[in-house]
């Protein structure tokens, strides 16, 4: 098991470890990446935003890995280019201007991680949301394409407007999985309202 990096966000210093603080979805999605990325993986993230994630994931795969990275907006592609130029990983990325739900017309598996993040970029326009039947169909190839063992990580925001079908897309859909081919996790915090994001997990058997 890989030791979580200092990478993580929101890192606080017990003693020995630095320990990161789980305080919502992102970091404990983190801790996952940290997990199953290895040097030399080829992963998906289809919800480019800010490109926070991205930079993440080009640390995790090494020079020899690979990432697809998708938004449907010009802002969030340039803000993801300008960080992962930055730190010098532009040779590791592949940047979509184009919907998650076009996935399997770019990338070829086997795919280790495919991360979505829903809902709105912060900081930007948030009418220009993920929608469940993008997402539905996004999520569908995104599990042709992973590799036996792999995982889809999917950040669920039920409190914004729409955000409750998304999340009942989202929910049907890993529940209709069959339990041998798949392993499916919902995981939130039980210390907060009912609408709080909270991370679903999907991997793949074989
Ligand atoms: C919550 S943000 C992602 C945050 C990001 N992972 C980060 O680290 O900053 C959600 C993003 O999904 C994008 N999005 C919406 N519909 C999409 C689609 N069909 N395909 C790809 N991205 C989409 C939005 O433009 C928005 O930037």
């Not at 940290?34 to 919800?47: E, R, Y």
């Not at 998650?100 to 070829?108: A, F, I, K, M, Q």
């Not at 009418?127 to 999917?154: M, N």
Request: net charge negative; glycine share 10%; proline share 5%.
């Amino acid at each position: 098991m890989r030791l979580v990096s200092a990478s993580l966000t929101h890192m606080t210093d017990f003693s020995r470890h630095s320990i990161p603080l789980l305080r919502g979805p992102v970091p404990l999605s983190h801790l996952f990446l940290h997990s199953f990325v290895q040097s030399g993986d080829i992963v998906v993230d289809a919800t480019c935003g800010n490109g926070h994630d991205t930079l993440l994931l080009a640390t995790l795969v090494g020079s020899s890995g690979h990432i697809f990275g998708f938004d449907i907006q010009q802002q969030a592609i340039a803000e993801t280019g300008r960080k992962i130029a930055e730190s010098g990983f532009s040779d590791r990325v592949t940047l979509l201007q184009r919907g998650h739900e076009e996935l399997t017309e770019h990338v070829t598996g086997p795919v280790q991680v495919v991360l979505f993040n829903l809902g709105y970029r912060p900081g930007g326009d948030r009418s220009i949301i993920t929608r469940p039947d993008t997402t539905g169909r996004a999520l569908e190839q995104s599990l042709e394409l992973l590799a036996p063992g792999g995982i889809i990580l999917v950040i669920i925001y039920p409190g914004h407007s729409g955000g409750t079908d998304e999340q009942s897309t989202v929910e049907d859909w890993a529940a209709t999985l069959a339990p041998r081919a798949c392993h499916c996790w919902r995981m939130g915090q039980t210390n907060t309202n009912l609408t709080a994001p909270y991370l679903l997990l999907v991997q793949k058997t074989t």
